[in-house]
């Protein structure tokens, strides 16, 4: 037991670790060019040139091209299939804290890829921290009064993850960018 979960947590260091590399590379694309006028942007020391290759709006032309989002979604649509399976006595409780939490967490992605000023940002993409830690709860709860199993709580657990790790490098690349206004 103990060799398998050694064994599991160098699986997920090595897959932190890869997210952590993807997440650098879109952040530094996505958060490149936000604010500021195309000449600001041009005349700029601090940003890269106005170019298509490293201009973050045509490289992400919707917060559909973010990888925080796509992890996020992944994770909302997961949870909206496992608690169909919850009991009916559950619809306006756990079911729809859950769901409601988790399609926060995607939500507030969306509106904050929006925002140009770099507060604006981070407040969004704080929120949808605070939504993906509010459904870390709901996991270990559903586990806990037996509506999963624990397969389809490392399942979640997994999923909730890769969504935390791109959606904290991305709040750090726009927290660490100075192309992204103040």
């Not at 398998?4 to 997440?23: A, D, P, S, Y």
């Not at 804290?97 to 995607?106: G, H, K, L, N, P």
């Not at 929120?127 to 586990?143: F, K, N, P, V």
């Amino acid at each position: 037991m103990e060799v398998k979960q050694e064994v599991k947590m160098e699986e997920l260091k090595e897959v932190k670790k890869e997210f952590k590399q993807e997440v650098k590379a879109v952040v530094k694309k996505d958060v490149s060019n936000v604010g500021g006028s195309s000449a600001e942007k041009q005349s700029s020391n601090l940003t890269p040139p106005l170019t298509p290759s490293n201009n973050s709006r045509l490289n992400s032309k919707t917060f559909k091209d973010l990888e925080c989002w796509q992890k996020a979604h992944e994770f909302v649509l997961a949870v909206y299939r496992i608690t169909k399976q919850f009991p009916e006595d559950e619809r306006y409780g756990l079911t729809s804290q859950f769901r409601r939490a988790a399609v926060s967490i995607a939500a507030n992605i969306c509106e904050g890829y929006k925002k140009l000023s770099k507060a604006d940002k981070l407040r969004f993409m704080n929120i949808a921290q605070g939504s993906l830690e509010e459904c870390r709860y709901y996991i270990i709860l559903s586990r806990d009064i037996e509506y999963i199993d624990q397969p389809t709580h490392d399942r979640l657990e997994y999923l909730i993850n890769g969504a935390s790790w791109k959606l904290n490098g991305y709040a750090e690349g726009i927290s660490k960018n100075a192309g992204v206004k103040d």
